[in-house]
């Protein structure tokens, strides 16, 4: 059972645009969302995370947006560039248990020029 | 230092082979851990290390053997592999069990079995 459900699957957005991405969840103990980035060939990569004490942060171009009571989290990019392609994933964890990251799915992003 | 060091990034080897994997980290983390990710799916999980005991075997098959000689280093031990288990093999850290803060992962072993 997915325990983090992502979407979309894909995304093409023109270069300036904003890009969205969209995750939910059931498991109410997570209590920490991060978000990866991933190039191709590479490791995931720590973009930026949130605690649902939180209900939006920001770094730079990146922003997540959480929504408690709708167990759903989205992450935002603005002012998408070339360099942003990449594919995304959420995940969520909780402080018990030993596998602590559940990955969402994967959106890979593409920003055309 | 920030980072987890995979060697070697890229492997080729036959189904009769046998060949490891190694990670290292200085970051002081107490868990470890490798996942096995395949061409646009998400990391799965395959063993977790806590303070150098296996603590998770997510039911991976024998071929795959982890060993962990000491709180920096992570190895996979690979022997008799499948043409099925060519993907992409990360290794992560984290402080601990249960603390996804600073979970880093590495940049991977790209693992082709002929």
């Known amino acids: 059972q997915q325990q983090v459900k992502q979407s979309p699957q894909s995304l093409i957005v023109q270069k300036g645009g904003i890009s969205i991405i969209n995750c939910a969840y059931e498991?109410?103990?997570?209590?920490?969302f991060p978000w990866y980035q991933q190039f191709p060939g590479k490791g995931p990569a720590l973009l930026i995370a949130?605690?649902?004490?939180?209900s939006e942060k920001k770094e730079g171009r990146f922003t997540i947006s959480f929504n408690k009571s709708a167990k759903q989290f989205s992450l935002h990019i603005m002012d998408s560039q070339p360099g942003d392609s990449a594919t995304y994933f959420c995940?969520?964890?909780?402080?018990?248990?030993?596998?602590?990251?559940?990955f969402g799915t994967g959106t890979r992003l593409t920003v055309i020029p | 230092d920030t980072e987890v060091t995979q060697t070697p990034k890229h492997l080729v080897m036959g189904m009769t082979n046998k060949k490891s994997l190694k990670c290292e980290q200085h970051?002081?983390?107490?868990?470890m851990y490798w996942y096995k990710q395949k061409a646009k799916k998400p990391p799965e999980l395959m063993f977790v290390?806590?303070?150098?005991?296996?603590?998770i075997n997510e039911s991976v098959p024998s071929r795959f053997s982890p060993e962990c000689p000491n709180s920096s280093l992570l190895n996979l031990h690979l022997h008799a592999l499948q043409p099925e288990d060519s993907a992409l093999y990360l290794c992560?850290?984290?402080?601990?069990?249960?603390?996804?803060?600073?979970?880093?992962f590495g940049s991977g072993t790209r693992l082709t079995v002929v």
């Open positions: 992560a850290s984290s402080q601990d069990i249960g603390v996804a803060r600073g979970y880093t």
């Open positions: 498991n109410t103990a997570f209590d920490y």
């Open positions: 949130i605690r649902p004490d939180v």
């Open positions: 995940a969520a964890s909780a402080q018990t248990g030993a596998n602590n990251l559940f």
């Open positions: 970051m002081g983390h107490r868990a």
């Open positions: 290390y806590s303070y150098e005991k296996l603590s």
